[in-house]
T-cell receptor, first 114, second 111 residues
Framework: KAGVTQTPRYLIKTRGQQVTLSCSPISGHRSVSWYQQTPGQGLQFLFEYFSETQRNKGNFPGRFSGRQFSNSRSEMNVSTLELGDSALYLC?????????????FGPGTRLTVT | QKEVEQNSGPLSVPEGAIASLNCTYSDRGSQSFFWYRQYSGKSPELIMFIYSNGDKEDGRFTAQLNKASQYVSLLIRDSQPSDSATYLCAVGGGSNYKLTFGKGTLLTVNP
């Protein structure tokens, strides 16, 4: 069974640009969560999608947004990039919300903002 | 705002020893508790979860939960060099399913 896949794996952008990251969940998983990981703040929850609807949102500015498609694939978008957005962005999938005990993380997208 | 605190370490133990990792949380409504292991350059992987007070054992790993003290720990018996990683404590609660992570404890097991 294929795991969670994320594309691209590495990305370099400049301040002010926008970026879109993609996540394909494990087959059959319909819940996708996004996290930002930085050395200073650790792993922080961004948002969760289930059945194409955002079910939960973390404490991030509106520049961070996401969506989910009917095939459960998800994208997140960051507009007007800032240096502080440099981080590892992880997505995780599970069958449905609340089943964190069977949540699997993807390899992440390493975003560097210059 | 929910907070999850972990000793940042690094925690260094000799091979074969017991490694003890600790985590405290601020939200008394928290209902689910998870330990993830993250190797350098890799994504987190779930190794244990616990919902009820007491101990839960899985092989060399034991998770301990004390809701009254808002404390959860992970014991690794017979530590191996392959256990060297950052261990993340995560707490979930209520109906929103959102996990709050601690910043992690770096464990080094010396051969």
């Amino acid at each position: 069974k294929a795991g969670v896949t994320q594309t691209p794996r590495y990305l370099i952008k400049t301040r002010g640009q926008q970026v879109t990251l993609s996540c394909s969940p494990i087959s059959g998983h319909r819940s996708v969560s996004w996290y930002q990981q930085t050395p200073g703040q650790g792993l922080q929850f961004l948002f969760e999608y289930f059945s194409e609807t955002q079910r939960n949102k973390g404490n991030f500015p509106g520049r961070f947004s996401g969506r989910q498609f009917s095939n459960s694939r998800s994208e997140m978008n960051v507009s007007t990039l800032e240096l502080g957005d440099s981080a590892l962005y992880l997505c995780a999938s599970s069958f449905q919300p609340g089943r964190s005990y069977e949540q699997y993380f993807g390899p992440g997208t390493r975003l560097t903002v210059t | 705002q929910k907070e999850v605190e972990q000793n940042s370490g690094p925690l260094s133990v000799p091979e074969g020893a017991i490694a003890s990792l600790n985590c405290t949380y601020s939200d008394r409504g928290s209902q689910s508790f998870f330990w993830y292991r993250q190797y350098s350059g890799k994504s987190p992987e779930l190794i244990m979860f616990i919902y009820s007070n007491g101990d839960k054992e899985d092989g060399r790993f034991t998770a301990q939960l004390n809701k009254a003290s808002q404390y959860v720990s992970l014991l690794i018996r017979d530590s191996q060099p392959s256990d060297s990683a950052t261990y993340l404590c995560a707490v979930g609660g209520g109906s929103n399913y959102k996990l709050t992570f601690g910043k992690g404890t770096l464990l080094t097991v010396n051969p």
